[in-house]
């Protein structure tokens, strides 16, 4: 049992970290998704339960919107709720200001070893329907290199011209 309590809070603090950093990453789909993995993982095996839904602080296009609440010993996590979940679990309003998770030194690097290890995903590994190294904003068209030169430049303009002399002299000049 003592293995298993130390396993639940390594795994949550994992999370905690996970999600602190997913937040701010510029490409947070894959952490994202490992924290989802990890959660329902820890449901199935009885080390985190959903409590009920609460109200989001700040809610996308100023709509009200819910969130799962879901415990794992000392600590709380959300995840988006399903259509199932709107209708049976019960909504608890708002989140306590006050209730903080337990703060977790652990790096970045870490943590997502460890919920790999748990869950089994890697990184690279989804469904998306566009291109690995692409994101979602990235158009489908192939991007040319930055060193290849047009075959046609254009017509006219100040591109074609050629660089004026410098007016500045050098002591090795005179």
Not at 96 to 103: F, G, I, L, V
Not at 123 to 149: D, L, T
């Amino acid at each position: 049992m003592a293995n298993s309590l130390n396993n639940r809070e390594q795994l949550a603090g994992a999370i905690y970290i996970i999600n602190k950093h997913a937040k701010t990453a510029p490409d947070n789909e894959f952490l994202y998704k490992l924290k989802k993995a990890s959660l329902e993982k820890m449901m199935e095996e009885g080390l985190a339960e959903k409590i009920g839904l609460q109200s989001i602080a700040n809610p996308k296009f100023s709509r009200r919107q819910s969130a799962v609440l879901i415990t794992c010993g000392e600590f709380h996590f959300h995840l988006p709720p399903n259509r199932d979940e709107m209708k049976t679990l019960p909504h608890l309003g708002e989140p306590d200001p006050d209730y903080r998770n337990p703060k977790v030194r652990l790096g970045l690097k870490a943590a997502k070893q460890i919920l790999q290890d748990y869950t089994g995903l890697a990184p690279g590994v989804s469904g998306r329907s566009f291109p690995e190294g692409q994101s979602r904003s990235a158009s489908a068209r192939p991007m040319p290199a930055k060193h290849e030169q047009k075959a046609n430049p254009p017509a006219g303009g100040r591109r074609n011209q050629k660089p004026s002399p410098s007016r500045h002299r050098s002591w090795f000049d005179q």
